[in-house]
């Protein structure tokens, strides 16, 4: 049985106040709505009670347990959220594994693996002609550029943003209006997806 201590964590009017606050500020972030409000608001008030047996009064106060507990469902209900963005329901399978052919017969996954298979985790283009004409297409657009953006684009290709602005002695959001406009020229080509 629940001390009245313990309880009043839960029911405390700071702790419901702490609830709706946390509620309402969850479901203005990106992976919520407005209308989880009351069912976040709901789980965050299961939490505290599932964890009022726990309140040891000469170890904090009622408040501060409470805090404590919220912050913690909160954080929790934040990581469990970008989790499921991630790769909901995804199982990976590792290609140390093997899968038998026959009675005799194991394969390593690995050893499964084609070229094409390759390509189209990279998302590259599948022939070697269609692969040569892109390559021709991209030096052709980058050739049409003025030298400025041609000397970002080239040294985009092995750095990040901040690291050309500082190279150049420019500013990243410099660097960043210079990409739009280098996109707008492969769009244009036709190369909008490159």
Same mark, same amino acid.
């Given at each position: ?39 976040? +608001? ?17 170890? +904090? ?5 409470? #805090? ?19 790769? &909901? ?6 290609l #140390?594994?093997?899968? &038998?052919?026959?009675? #005799? ?26 692969r ?15 030298? +400025?953006?041609? #000397? ?20 990243r959001?410099?660097?960043r ?6 996109r ?11």
């Amino acid at each position: 049985m629940q001390s009245p201590p313990a309880r009043d964590a839960a029911l405390s009017e700071y702790a419901q106040s702490l609830i709706r606050f946390k509620a309402k500020q969850l479901s203005r972030k990106p992976g919520f709505s407005r209308t989880d409000e009351d069912d976040v +608001a709901q789980g965050l008030t299961v939490r505290l009670l599932e964890r009022a047996h726990l309140f040891d009064p000469n170890r +904090a106060s009622v408040r501060t347990f409470a #805090e404590r507990v919220i912050r913690s469902a909160v954080a929790m209900l934040l990581r469990d959220r970008r989790r499921q963005k991630r790769a &909901a329901g995804f199982v990976a399978q590792s290609l #140390e594994g093997t899968r &038998a052919r026959s009675d #005799e017969d194991v394969d390593s996954l690995r050893d499964m693996l084609t070229e094409g298979d390759l390509r189209r985790r990279l998302g590259t283009v599948a022939s070697n002609q269609n692969r040569a004409e892109l390559i021709a297409a991209v030096v052709e657009v980058v050739r049409s550029l003025p030298a +400025a953006d041609q #000397e970002i684009c080239q040294r985009l290709i092995e750095g990040t943003v901040t690291s050309v602005a500082r190279d150049l002695g420019v500013s990243r959001r410099q660097v960043r209006n210079t990409i739009k406009r280098i996109r707008r020229h492969f769009e244009a080509a036709g190369l909008g997806e490159f």
